[in-house]
């Protein structure tokens, strides 16, 4: 009898770097491909947060996660709470974009884990 299996699906990795910047403002990171974002995991950096200071991950029109909290201590890892799948497929040519809330110190790295769409 022949084994079965399904071919492994490969993960994405997309990391943007955030830096102490304005409230409300954003980086969009265009994308070659399609893509499906299915987690949102980072590290606060060398400065601790302050309170409202938040990062939010999104497409172009909606958000994809709600707040992520980074009013916490230096180096201390984050992760988002929840995903809206209605909203998380962005089509090739399209943008994950990260916007930054309040601005005591929203400087960290995130990491965005995605499938092909």
Known sequence: MAATFNAPVPLLIVRATVSTTNPGTFTDLV???GLQVIDVVGNKGLAAGGAGDTIRVGNSASNITPAISLNVAANVSFRTT???T???TIASGGSIR????FNTDNGCWAEIYCLPA
Not at 98 to 101: A, M, R, S
């Open 86 to 88: 209605s909203v998380s």
């Open 98 to 101: 990260v916007t930054v809330g």
């Open 31 to 33: 994308t070659t491909r």
């Open 82 to 84: 929840a995903v809206d």
